[in-house]
């Protein structure tokens, strides 16, 4: 009886696995040669149908007409209550332009704001940037009003079914475009320290003995920026529906009203331009849409 050492027997095994892997391999390649592309026919009577029919257009050659309420988060020091108006008008059911704007019939100061007002401490180095601590509120930056004009997408359509009972048509709307928004910000000023006195800061060339003049003089101006968002629409009748929108219009402006730069000579501060930082406003609207005209149109 012959027997087979343990190193033969490995040989052997590695050569049938060998053998066996070319063998599969030529049969894939002969399977993937062989192989070609079937037309799925459909027959019956969905042959021939279209992929949608009776398709609503809710947007294509139609103006939405929608007054909304917005207000804005995030921000530093001041957040804006918004009330506006956009209207759009869309060529194509995914394809629109529009304009947008609004006014800021409010404000509400935020926790940070209280709090420099409550605690905040006014020596003769800081006396420029918080003259007064009960009227920060009064030197941070303010946006009064804002307009815009975006081009609108909507590639994301759909239905929406509450409680199984009530359908509503939904969709999608990116937009993009630039806006123009009224910044009130605080005053352009120079301050500069007298020995043994306070600081004084200088405003167009008057002299303002602790820069309290300077703290609650206000300069306006129109910033432009970028401007883009999302916005999620429900139609409920033919010609009326709602829409939850977000937008952010990043742009610069002096929040707070400091020397934010300090970019004077030592003992030596000013107000300006050169203030001002990047903040990425945001905010949020919910409105309603009028559709003109109130007939829709519905594909085949």
Known sequence: ??????????????????????????GLQRDLSSASAQDVQVSGPLAGAAAVRHLRLWREMRFHLEPFFAFTFGDEYSRSLIVGGEARFHVLDWLGIGGWGGYSVATLDTNLTQQVQDKGVTTNINRLDLPSRENFPDQVGRLNWWSGVEVHFTPFRGKLAMFQKVFVDADVDFFVGAAFVGVEERANAVGRPVPGDVT??????????????????RSKRVAIAP????????????FMGIALRWRGVPFKYNAAGTDASQQRAPGWGTIDSNDRTRQFNQMFSAGFIFVLPPKIKTTD
């Open 1 to 26: 009886m012959m027997t087979l050492s343990r190193q033969t027997l490995l040989r052997i095994s590695s050569m049938l696995a060998l053998a066996l892997c070319l063998l599969l391999g030529a």
């Open 200 to 217: 004084f800061c200088e405003i167009d060339g008057v002299m303002d003995p602790g820069c309290l003049g300077s703290q609650v003089a």
């Open 227 to 238: 401007s883009f968002g999302v916005a999620f629409t429900a139609y409920f009748k033919k």
